[in-house]
Nanobody, 122 residues
């Protein structure tokens, strides 16, 4: 069972940076697509970024493209989300997810962490 565990959230001013980290407390991330979703108060959960297994291909939501970077270190069983030029609208609970294929859809991911809160002040 894949059990993602997120860390690295916090409070940051607009324009600042944070790096989120996700590891697995269960089986390894091998052969899984790994991604990040987020949910702001009163809004639906939305796709942020995903990275494939093997030769890593990354995909991003338009709202974060050019500001966020997803990466993975398979030797450390870890996936990262580097977030730069943060905006107040990036404030949300960020979830690390694992699935069998690349997708932007919530329903395609079987494994979810509990989330880490990112708050961006203006």
């Amino acid at each position: 069972q894949l059990q993602p565990v997120e860390s690295g959230g916090g409070l940051v001013q607009a324009g600042g940076s944070l790096r989120l980290t996700c590891t697995s407390s269960g089986r390894t991330f091998s052969n899984y697509a790994l991604g990040w979703f987020r949910q702001a108060p009163g809004k639906e959960r939305e796709f942020v970024a995903v990275i494939s297994w093997g030769r890593p291909n990354a995909y991003y939501a338009d709202s974060v493209k050019g500001r966020f970077t997803i990466s993975r270190d398979n030797t450390k069983n870890t996936v990262y989300l580097q977030m730069d030029s943060l905006k107040p609208e990036d404030t949300a609970l960020y979830y690390c997810v694992g699935g069998s294929s690349i997708s932007r859809q919530v329903r395609e991911y079987d494994y979810w962490g509990k989330g880490t809160l990112v708050t961006v002040s203006s």
